[in-house]
């Protein structure tokens, strides 16, 4: 078996004139020979190829940066050193979707240098795995430059086939909170990642970044055809990237698969490509399912501001924890408990105040109450987008939830994108983008101050995930994404496809903080897009080790039978298998739970119904379970009969394959518990 094959080719009269014609001068295999990326020179310009089997899946596409007062780094180049290496460890998550990760692939790095004056040099660094490619570019100290500045990044994408593509428009508004688009490759415009496509010879493929640090998110702009470039959010002086040298890049990363569910059992890349923990023991933090002040919050019915509806009271606060105490839920969110709210806090959140709350809500009292119920705060941290105003307070802050036992805090960045408060040394206000440079920076200061106050961040409007949870564990969770509350806004609620659309998109970043669990199905004045059964389904589907219950007590008080799922389903899990699943149509997944021998089960289609055959085959063998199904009724249908719902019980082994029937807009939960 070759592990790694590096090659140079020289040549004295230089190279063909076309293209098509370039010289490959290194390659690198994935350890079974999967795929293979080749680097290629063509009148010094450098590109780089990605074949699967033998097969094109990224055709010759650039790489390079267009720097200010220095112009392009991208031609008159050649290789001037290369080197290669094979790496394979398995490590150790201390919370997450897979107890243990294989970290295995082969490695190459190329140095290229100008022959021209100023004669700069930089590496690219690629690292081939059989499930995909990460690759990034490293800047060593260059004569007569103390730092770059990065205008453009020249790194392109150019795929091999036409494709579908599941996409949401980047550089617009909203942030990451768009309905997915599912349209032939060649009308996406700007996108976030991660992008997902699908060749027309059935070849997923998903585009993102891993380790994001100190650096500009990227998007991809479709340039012609079917080739993108590299797009790097911007930062307020004009510029990309401000960084002093030596630094390297984000790895820009392909996840290449032959099914969608395949291409989720991938994204393991995404951690691989991060560093190792960074904050040593993180058993403080203890993943879990929780409650809070929240949904009557979207729904109107209560406040964020004080008055006559504020939710933050000391009275409706106690009422939540002894529900979380009897219900066996650890968390309680409590949202609206600091002064800031009253007014027009929506990108101006400079009445924020994160070390004290209101008259009304005795967080002191309510902290030793919950304690004596065994249950934990959640902290609130909604800067408004006055995140400078925010930095200065938050170790104060985490210094503050320490001593009471909060050990998560939700954060929140509600304004519209670009729209950051970044206060300079000399006074001066500007405003940043959320997947911009400093922003990236703002959010490891978060963790940091954090961590030393033993505190878990879940972020909200946040920049996206690239896997930096395994570099700091204690960011759990996050949005990045259109969440439950669309289904108490409307405009319009979110549709049966969206959290199939989620799997396989979004959440191949990581971990979301989806909010699921409405069992009363009611928005404001509109019906939530889905049936009771779905909403299950969300909490095996969807992962987060951080789960709301997000729907009122007095809701499930009404539904005891769907609830009992909720109380029973786990945050933390030691495998997890994805079954069977078609991008933006159906999933389902399977999930072993950390502590104990239990698995569950959580399946989930669009708004057609399906009868899927699910063999047990994870289960352990020689072993009987006793399966508790929580099911869509006969009747059941998202637009006229959602609250059609059966529960059952019955025994099976890993020897039996389940006859899973989702209704239109539904799913199936199944507790299997181990006898």
Not at 223 to 239: K, M, N, V
Request: charged share 25%; hydrophobic share 40%; proline share 4%.
């Amino acid at each position: 078996m070759r592990l790694w094959l590096l090659s140079i080719v020289l040549t004295a009269a230089g190279f063909a004139a076309l293209p098509l014609h370039a010289e490959t001068v290194a390659s690198v295999t994935s350890p079974n020979d999967v795929i293979t990326v080749e680097l290629d020179l063509h009148e010094g310009r450098v590109g780089y190829r990605v074949e699967r089997f033998g097969e094109a899946v990224i055709d010759t596409s650039a790489l390079g940066f267009m720097l200010r007062g220095s112009g392009k780094l991208e031609r008159n180049l050649e290789l001037t050193a290369q080197s290669g290496r094979s790496f394979d460890e398995t490590w150790e998550q201390p919370w997450g979707e897979d107890r243990y990760v294989r970290n295995h692939y082969n490695e190459l790095r190329a140095t290229l240098t100008e022959t021209v004056a100023p004669n700069r040099s930089f590496d690219v660094v690629f690292r081939v795995y059989d499930e995909g490619v990460g690759f990034r570019y490293e800047f060593p100290e260059q004569a007569g430059a103390s730092e770059w500045i990065i205008d453009d990044e020249l790194t392109e994408f150019a795929l091999a086939q036409p494709a579908t593509a599941w996409w949401i428009p980047a550089g617009e508004w909203n942030r990451y909170e768009y309905l997915y688009n599912r349209t032939p490759l060649n009308q996406v415009t700007t996108a976030h990642t991660p992008m997902t496509v699908r060749t027309d010879d059935g070849l997923h493929i998903a585009f993102h970044e891993a380790a994001l640090v100190d650096y500009a998110g990227m998007w991809l702009r479709r340039t012609d055809g079917r080739r993108f470039r590299a797009q790097l959010a911007p930062a307020s002086e004009g510029w990309k990237v401000r960084r002093t040298l030596p630094f390297h890049t984000p790895w820009r990363t392909l996840q290449i698969a032959d099914s969608a569910a395949a291409l989720y059992e991938s994204s393991n890349l995404i951690l691989n490509l991060n560093e190792p923990n960074k904050l040593g023991d993180v058993s403080w933090f203890e993943p879990a399912n929780y409650v809070g002040i929240w949904w009557s919050l979207h729904l109107e019915t209560e406040s964020w501001a004080t008055g006559k509806k504020h939710g933050a009271t000391t009275a409706n606060t106690k009422r939540y924890i002894d529900f979380a105490a009897e219900h066996g839920f650890r968390g309680v969110l409590v949202e609206g408990w600091n002064p800031g709210w009253d007014g027009q806090w929506f990108g101006n959140g400079y009445d924020f105040d994160f070390t004290k709350a209101t008259p009304d809500f005795d967080i002191e009292a309510l902290s030793a109450y919950a304690k004596s119920k065994g249950v934990h705060l959640i902290g609130h941290h909604e800067t408004g987008c006055a995140v400078s105003h925010y930095e200065e307070q938050m170790a104060d802050a985490f210094a503050m939830n320490e001593r009471l036992g909060i050990d998560v805090v939700k954060t929140g960045y509600v304004c519209d994108a670009g729209g950051i408060e970044r206060r300079l040394p000399d006074g001066t206000i500007t405003r940043e983008w959320h997947d911009g440079q400093w922003n990236a920076g703002h959010h490891l200061r978060v963790l940091e101050a954090a961590a030393k106050h033993h505190v878990a961040i879940n972020t909200h409007e946040p920049i996206k995930d690239t896997g930096l949870r395994r570099t700091y564990p204690n960011w759990v969770s996050r949005e990045g994404a259109r969440g439950m509350e669309y289904g108490a806004w409307g405009n319009p609620t979110n549709p049966p496809e969206h959290e199939v659309n989620l799997v396989f998109t979004r959440m191949l970043s990581g971990p979301m903080d989806y909010t699921p669990g409405i069992l009363s199905l009611q928005g404001r004045g509109q019906t939530i897009q889905t049936t009771i059964a779905k909403q299950l389904a969300l909490y095996v589907v969807l992962y987060s080790p951080v789960q709301m219950a997000a729907d009122l007590p007095e809701n499930y008080a009404k539904h005891m039978d769907a609830f009992q799922f909720i109380k029973d389903v786990p945050a933390d899990w030691s495998r997890t298998e994805v079954l069977n699943g078609e991008v933006g149509d159906y999933v389902t997944f399977a999930r072993q739970d950390r502590n104990s021998d239990d698995w569950y089960l959580g399946s989930i289609t669009d708004e057609n119904g399906r009868v899927l055959e699910v063999p047990l085959a994870f289960l352990e063998p020689g072993r009987s379970y006793m399966a508790q199904i929580y099911r869509d009724g006969e009747r059941a249908h998202w637009e006229d009969a959602p609250f059609e719902f059966e529960r059952e019980s019955r025994e099976v082994s890993s020897a039996d394959v389940l006859t899973i029937r989702l209704a239109a807009g539904g799913g199936q939960a199944i507790r299997f518990v181990a006898r």
